[in-house]
Each structure stands twice: as C-alpha cells, then as structure tokens.
C-alpha cells in the first residue's frame, strides 16, 4: 500500500494526460476501442492558465489529509447527501438527443455505484474486501437542457459550457452537478473538473455513447460506469495508477499499479511496483471495461466525504 503524499504544483503537472484535444476534434462514430479519459488533460490545460489553481488545489490537499473520513454534515437526505443533477444535452442527430429514460438510467447507476447496490459489488475478491466501501452519496435528477447544435464534436476544451461558443452554461454548479452529454471526439468517453476549478466550468462531461445504459451497440462501455468514473474525478479521486508509472492516487488503501488497465483483467493481476501488490483492478479509477469496475474503497469514501464536510470544497452541496 501506497503512502499518500500532498501534492505540490510539480505533483499536480503530473496528472496530465498526453494527447490534447482541440475543439475541431473529429467526431467518431464507432466504439472506442479503449477507454480514454481527458480529465488529467484538462487539468494540466486549466494549470497553464490559471497559476493560482495549482495553489487551491494544494490547499484542497491539506485539506483532505486533514479531514478525510470526517462525517457529512449540514443538509442531508435520509443521513446522506443527495446531490441535484443537471443534464445538459447537446445533439445534432436523433441519437444524440438522449431520451429522458436513458438519462435517468444514469441516475441510477450512479446511485447504485455511490451505494454498493450495484449487483456486482460483491464480486470484489476477498483480498479487498476489508477495503470495498458504500460511499453513501445520492443522486436525484433535477432539470434537463437540450439544446440543437451543428458541431459535429466539442472537444476537452469546455466548449460545450460556455454560450458564446454554442454550449449551454452550468446551471447553478456550487450546489448542482452539471452533467454534459456531447459528442467529445478523439475516442475521449468523457472527463472531469476537479474541486478547486471555476464555478463556470464545473461538472462532467460524457459522450452520449457512454451516457446511461446506452445499449449493446455501445459496449463496452454501454453499463453507465463512465459516468461513475468522471464523477469520482469531480469529487477529487485520481487515477489509481496516479497518472505515472508506479505513481500515487494519495489513498493509502488502494495498491501501486504500474499503469492503466484495461479491458478485462484476469485476478489476480500483479504490479511490478515495489513489493509486487495485486493490483485493484476492478476499481472504479482504473480504465477497465464497465463490466469490471465494481467498487470504491474506504480510503477514496474518506477522500471524498473531506470536500463535502465544512469547510470543504464542494461543502456546499451538504448545506
């Protein structure tokens, strides 16, 4: 197990994916072929612009490591927190306007995902199960925004959030999640603004081929768990590879993976990391196919409940 470690403006620059997309990325048709998330991207682009975020995000750090595990407080629904959603659709095809049944079948999984209510929770091997963990968040559809557009593809560059490029703005973000279906192109599936970013371009972004219980057409990735993934990101998990070789996720419960994983990984699947850990690969931070991601464990859950406690970033949506 890894030692968590707060992050620095240098530790945060390693977070960055490798390939930017430009707003004039092609549009793909078909299936990816492997999942690709353009969190990490983003956040180096968002780096490079504002120098100050690298300091939010180091104080968002301290933080965490100061207050991870601590109880939810302030407005909670049945002792948790229920986060309202805004689905923001943004279509030039038929296909593309997601039906208000596919969206909700999002909500769902998120619910199941947030909960260990999903049917697969209980396929996590017996080596980490003393780690699996029930997040205990909920997710309750709030308003959805559609919106005709003729833009083939939108890019990692936050286009579709900003009006004056043909978006639609986030509704409400300090106390809503903005979720944005849009086709991103560059066989990107979707990606994530983590806390400490502008309210403007807060929330996630997924493909309406990953969006929901998107159908067989769609998979491997057709089971909702992209939106599981993003949504970790915009409530400060990593990678769990750390976005580096042999780097740190800063949870202390989760193994050192070599790098991402994908498909369906045979367990177990060894790291050459130090000490050769079994890799968590059914993680919902690793890039595995949506059938073999099933779970969280209890050092990301104390992660997470910091930035919703007081004083935390997204303490607001407790409030």
């Known amino acids: 197990m890894k030692k968590v470690i707060i992050t620095t403006f240098a530790a945060l620059m390693l977070f960055a994916c490798q390939n930017e997309q430009s707003d004039s990325a092609n549009a793909d048709a078909s299936v990816a072929s492997r999942r690709s998330c353009a969190t990490q991207e983003v956040l180096e682009a968002q780096l490079k612009a504002d120098p100050m975020l690298a300091i939010r995000m180091n104080e968002i750090e301290t933080f965490t490591a100061q207050h991870a595990g601590s109880n939810f407080t302030g407005r909670l629904v049945n002792g948790k927190i229920e986060i309202p959603v805004v689905v923001n659709v943004l279509y030039r095809t038929s296909a593309e306007n997601i039906s208000d049944a596919q969206i909700q079948s999002q909500i769902d999984v998120l619910n199941k995902d947030f909960n260990a209510l999903n049917s697969d929770y209980n396929n996590v091997p017996a080596l980490f199960s003393g780690v699996k963990a029930n997040i205990g968040i909920t997710f309750v559809l709030d308003q959805v925004v559609r919106k005709s557009t003729t833009k083939t593809s939108w890019g990692t560059k936050d286009a579709m959030k900003k009006t004056n490029q043909g978006g639609i703005a986030p509704t409400s973000p300090t106390t809503k999640l903005n979720l944005w279906s849009c086709v991103i192109g560059g066989g990107i599936l979707g990606y994530a603004q983590f806390p400490g970013g502008a309210s403007a371009t807060d929330g996630v972004v997924i493909d309406p081929k990953y969006f929901g219980l998107s159908g067989s057409a769609n998979a491997p990735y057709n089971l909702g768990r992209t939106a599981t993934h993003e949504v970790?990101?915009?409530?400060?998990?990593?990678?769990?590879?750390?976005?580096?070789?042999?780097?740190?996720?800063?949870?202390?419960?989760?193994?050192?993976?070599?790098?991402?994983?994908?498909?369906?990984?045979?367990?177990?699947?060894?790291?050459?990391?130090?000490?050769?850990?079994?890799?968590?690969?059914?993680?919902?931070?690793?890039?595995v196919d949506d059938a073999a991601m099933y779970m969280f464990s209890t050092g990301q859950k104390n992660r997470i409940s910091a930035i919703f406690t007081t004083g935390g970033a997204r303490a607001a949506f407790a409030q």
Do not use: F, K, Q
Not at 258 to 263: H, R
């Open 232 to 287: 970790g990101h915009w409530m400060n998990l990593r990678h769990i590879w750390g976005d580096a070789t042999c780097g740190s996720d800063l949870v202390s419960d989760t193994p050192t993976h070599n790098t991402a994983n994908y498909g369906v990984p045979a367990y177990p699947h060894y790291s050459t990391c130090t000490g050769t850990p079994v890799e968590m690969t059914m993680n919902y931070m690793d890039y």
